[in-house]
């Protein structure tokens, strides 16, 4: 594979120091690409294809970084002394003093499951956040925060457990926005949805 006939150009790095630096090149057949590293050498029929290897640092990010891990223990929103807290327990899900629509409450729990980011972003909410919760999972509590920028109403998560913020679509926060009222049964049955 010639240096300057090559489709992609991969280079990994991790605090400053290269990891790997490979070309990546034609197909030679069904999800198969030819790759050799960029100093010289032996070139490799590898299981890949090259739109895997995006073009925008969007394309490298893990999108379910913000999901749990494993499953969900409790989600608090706001301070334990002015918010509300949802347990999980083996019969369902629990609040103080609120009989709860397990389906509602499941509902919320698999959003925060599901949570996709769109990318990372370089800017770091100096507002106050718009809404925050502390999720206790398998590997034990952390808090993440929603904030809304005045940059075309546009939302950004941040999380305990990384030092960066996170593109998130405006949709996956307005279904997070939900109070323990929304939750409730009485809610339900008054026969509007969450």
């Given at each position: 594979?010639?240096?300057?006939?090559?489709?992609?150009?991969?280079t990994l790095i991790a605090d400053g120091e290269i990891l790997a630096d490979l070309f990546l090149g034609t197909s030679p057949s069904y999800r198969k690409t030819y790759a050799?590293?960029?100093?010289?050498?032996?070139?490799?029929?590898?299981?890949?294809?090259?739109?895997?290897?995006?073009?925008?640092?969007?394309?490298?990010?893990?999108?379910?970084?913000?999901?749990?891990?494993?499953?969900?223990?409790?989600?608090?929103?706001?301070?334990?002394?002015?918010?509300?807290?949802?347990?999980?327990?083996?019969?369902?899900?629990?609040?103080?003093?609120?009989?709860?629509?397990?389906?509602?409450?499941?509902?919320?729990a698999a959003r925060f499951k599901g949570l996709r980011i769109l990318e990372v972003v370089d800017v770091q909410p100096n507002t106050e956040s718009k809404m925050g919760f502390r999720v206790v999972d398998d590997s034990g509590p952390y808090d993440i925060a929603f904030y809304q920028?005045?940059?075309?109403?546009?939302?950004?998560?941040?999380?305990?457990?990384?030092?960066?913020?996170?593109?998130?679509?405006?949709?996956?926060?307005?279904?997070l926005d939900v109070s323990l009222e929304d939750l409730s049964l009485a809610k339900k049955a008054s026969g509007v949805d969450l």
């Open positions: 594979m010639n240096q300057d006939v090559y489709q992609r150009r991969v050799r590293h960029v100093s010289g050498g032996p070139v490799y029929a590898i299981s890949f294809s090259n739109y895997e290897a995006g073009t925008k640092k969007s394309d490298w990010v893990d999108k379910s970084l913000l999901q749990p891990d494993g499953e969900i223990v409790s989600i608090t929103r706001g301070s334990e002394a002015t918010g509300w807290t949802l347990s999980a327990t083996e019969d369902g899900w629990l609040a103080a003093n609120v009989s709860l629509d397990q389906d509602g409450a499941a509902a919320l920028l005045e940059v075309d109403d546009e939302y950004v998560a941040a999380s305990s457990r990384f030092d960066a913020a996170f593109k998130v679509a405006p949709h996956v926060v307005e279904q």
